[in-house]
Nanobody
Framework: QVQLVDSGGGLVHPGGSLRLSCAAS????????LSWYRQAPGKERELVAH????????VYADSVKGRFTISRDNAKNAVYLQMNNLKPEDTAVYYC??????????WGQGTQVTVSS
């Protein structure tokens, strides 16, 4: 049974930090690329960060470059998103996504991040 469990969200003041985690099970994690997406109220889901299976390639949305860092631990079947200097416009539900062979993909259930003073 495939599972992606997102966690680590919460309420933080502007300028604060959070670390999101996504724990995976039920598939061969090490051959899947991983992404973090977010969806704010009334907006479409957007790509935040992406990391290749070996972590040699990472991509960030322009809006988070220099503030967010994606990483993965293939031994623990986990992907992380370190978010620093958070801004109110980062408020959204954050989802991890695993993308594998033959366009197979899986989504986490999401974790709410709220940045507010």
């Amino acid at each position: 049974q495939v599972q992606l469990v997102d966690s680590g969200g919460g309420l933080v003041h502007p300028g604060g930090s959070l670390r999101l985690s996504c724990a995976a099970s039920g598939f061969t994690f090490s051959i899947y690329a991983l992404s973090w997406y977010r969806q704010a109220p009334g907006k479409e889901r957007e790509l935040v960060a992406h990391i290749s299976p070996t972590a040699r390639s990472v991509v960030y949305a322009d809006s988070v470059k220099g503030r967010f860092t994606i990483s993965r631990d293939n031994a623990k079947n986990a992907v992380y998103l370190q978010m620093n200097n958070l801004k109110p416009e980062d408020t959204a539900v954050y989802y991890c996504k695993a993308i594998g062979p033959e366009s197979r993909y899986y989504w986490g259930q999401g974790t709410q991040v709220t940045v507010s003073s």
